[in-house]
């Protein structure tokens, strides 16, 4: 019997190399027609991936199918063996020929040494190749519709997942004093440790234990007799081990202290952390703001009031809020459809808010103008061309007597600038720029391979006023400039350069807006660190030690004068317990400061003179 099992086993296994070479050349005739450049070796693994899993769950499933195809299933029990006996004929081969399988892959996959080719990391692909193997076996003794039983067993893998991510969840929510999580897939995203896949397995087991005790008393009168007798064991083993998961989780994990922090004109920190209430610190005291999730990493400070997206009572409805930072109060100044995201970054321009509103699953973005006085919105839609992949509004100004706002994006890697007007009316320019443009002065500043270029983009294109040769990729981070684009005129920028593929590159450069000079800051080569525009204009270098293990790590931050840097300050961090913690950890900056943890205790220094702001309650 053993000798038919592997002949059996042999014959399916040898269908997975034809499966995968034809899904591959179809793959490639799709990739031709969308003209789209793909490697033999992207095309290749994916699918070769995608046959492991279906390989395991149809050896799986597959377990009875011959002799209940063929009519021999009563044959196949008179037979001298005990039920558990006869599992492990049918079960031994083909164990062993998915670990040969899945050994083949591996090693092919070695031979090329590019982890970049696969849809899913090769951990969560054993892993989903076991529990789908697994599953295959739990549904493989219930007759009915093969198409039907591989359906189920599908699902029944997917809520498997997130039956674990629920575990998670709970020990999350009864851990903080927020419920606004939502079930994720813990294990899939390779975002948790080392226990999760203990528990990943513990309930997977359960799926065995069960079918091993209803597989005992097998006979003809299959369906509801083995039903009954799986179920008696598996709901309640399931239960018992999703709660002794939750209790395992809850004394394990440690709720991070970190989070999202700002720090206001008025001196006032903001923290929202994920697994709590967002808390607002003055010198004295400390309060708390339920309900409200603000994003604190996009938002912008106006007069007296913070405008910042929210996720709100525990929905997924975005929100545009306002918080006076005099009295804590908050009010919704907009709410996004249902289906739609409010993308993090926002800015404001005279009186007017902008935003982009972005619809999931119909690549439809629109630019969202809303009236500060008036909390009147208008909707364009600047999705027209072809769809945008991650828009961000990078410039506002105005244009023939009416108000604009420039919108970066890229699609298949080639760049486009929308310029939206007030009215509605808009015009977009292609461009090849490397990184995300600049708006300032009045004037474009774009980032291509081997030049610098500064000008003007109307209806007809880009009008070059200026074009400085650099050959690399210089990054400017973003966070220099504030999202309140009624700027004054800025009289230089500072730039990191990415010759090497290193955001932490060495070279440091400066462009003088008004002489169009642009030079290596020498006495900056050595350091690694990023440059921070202050709310009076003043910039700064943040040097940040490199080594991750340094015993002596030291903050140095410096006052950059004509191109010049003056050390200002310098801060050496004392790690509790010996631990370095991660870099979004200790160090927040803002145009009003510094946010720095060191030994555990957080410490505000204020721009320019970086002179230690105490706060009694800050934690």
Request: charged share 20%; aromatic share 16%.
């Amino acid at each position: 019997m053993l000798r038919k099992e592997t002949n059996e086993v042999l014959k399916q296994s040898m269908l997975l190399a034809p499966g995968v070479l034809a899904g591959t050349f179809l793959t490639w005739i799709g990739a031709s027609i969308a003209k789209v450049d793909l490697s033999f070796g992207e095309m290749f693994f994916p699918i070769f991936q995608v046959g492991l899993l279906f390989m395991a769950l149809f050896m799986g499933i597959s377990l009875f199918m011959s002799e209940t195809k063929n009519g021999g299933m009563e044959y196949l029990l008179t037979l001298p063996y005990t039920r558990l006996r006869l599992l492990w004929i049918k079960l031994f081969p083909r164990i062993v020929a998915l670990i040969a399988l899945f050994l083949i892959y591996y090693l092919a996959l070695g031979a090329v040494g590019n982890n970049d080719m696969l849809i899913l990391p090769v951990t969560f692909l054993l892993f989903s190749y076991i529990s789908l193997f697994a599953i295959g076996i739990s549904f493989s003794s219930f007759r009915g519709n093969l198409i039907l039983s591989v359906l189920l067993a599908i699902v029944t893998f997917f809520v498997f997942l997130y039956g674990e991510g629920l575990v998670f969840w709970i020990a999350y929510m009864l851990k903080s004093d927020l419920m606004e999580f939502t079930v994720r897939l813990p294990f899939s995203s390779l975002g948790f440790p080392w226990y999760s896949l203990i528990i990943a397995l513990a309930m997977l087991s359960t799926l065995i234990i069960s079918y091993l005790y209803a597989f005992k008393t097998f006979d003809l009168k299959i369906s509801r007799k083995l039903i009954k007798k799986f179920m008696k064991v598996f709901i309640p083993s399931v239960l018992v081990v999703m709660s002794l998961s939750v209790a395992g989780i809850y004394m394990i994990i440690d709720l991070p202290n970190g989070g999202m922090y700002f720090l206001t004109k008025g001196n006032l920190v903001l923290k929202d952390n994920y697994y709590s209430s967002m808390k607002v610190y003055d010198r004295d005291s400390e309060r708390e703001i339920k309900y409200y999730d603000l994003n604190l990493f996009h938002c912008v400070e106006k007069d007296n009031y913070i405008y910042a997206s929210s996720g709100y009572k525990n929905t997924r409805i975005f929100h545009i809020v306002r918080m006076n930072t005099t009295n804590l109060d908050i009010d919704v100044l907009y709410t996004a459809e249902p289906k739609a995201w409010i993308f993090s970054q926002i800015s404001v321009y005279k009186g007017t808010l902008a935003f982009i509103e972005y619809f999931r699953g119909e690549s439809v973005s629109n630019l969202v103008l809303l009236n500060l006085e008036t909390k009147k919105y208008k909707k364009i839609n600047i999705t027209s061309g072809f769809n945008l992949d991650h828009p961000e509004i990078f410039g506002a100004g105005t244009l023939e007597n009416q108000n604009f706002w420039a919108v970066y994006s890229t699609h298949r890697r080639l760049g486009k600038v929308v310029i939206a007007k007030e009215d509605g009316t808009q015009y977009e320019v292609k461009l090849d720029s490397l990184n995300v443009p600049l708006y300032v002065n009045g004037m474009f500043i774009l980032f291509k391979a081997e030049a610098i270029e500064i000008g003007n983009i109307t209806e007809t294109g880009f009008q070059l006023v200026k074009q400085i040769s650099f050959k690399g990729r210089l990054m400017l981070y973003r966070s220099l400039f504030n999202w309140d684009m009624n700027q004054p005129p800025v009289k230089e920028i500072f730039l990191n350069s990415m010759e090497s593929g290193d955001p932490w590159e060495r070279k440091k450069y400066r462009l003088d807006l008004q002489t169009y000079d642009f030079h290596e800051i020498k006495d900056l080569s050595n350091t690694y660190g990023y440059f921070k525009k202050s709310i009076d204009g003043t910039w700064f270098y943040i040097e940040v030690p490199f080594v991750r293990d340094s015993k002596n790590p030291t903050i140095s931050i410096y006052k950059m004068n004509e191109g010049k840097p003056m050390l200002v300050k310098k801060i050496d961090m004392l790690y509790k317990d010996g631990k370095w913690d991660a870099y979004s950890d200790w160090v927040h900056e803002f145009e009003t400061g510094l946010i720095v943890k060191n030994n555990g205790k957080l410490h505000v220094y204020r721009f320019p003179d970086l002179n230690e702001i105490e706060f009694k309650e800050l934690e």
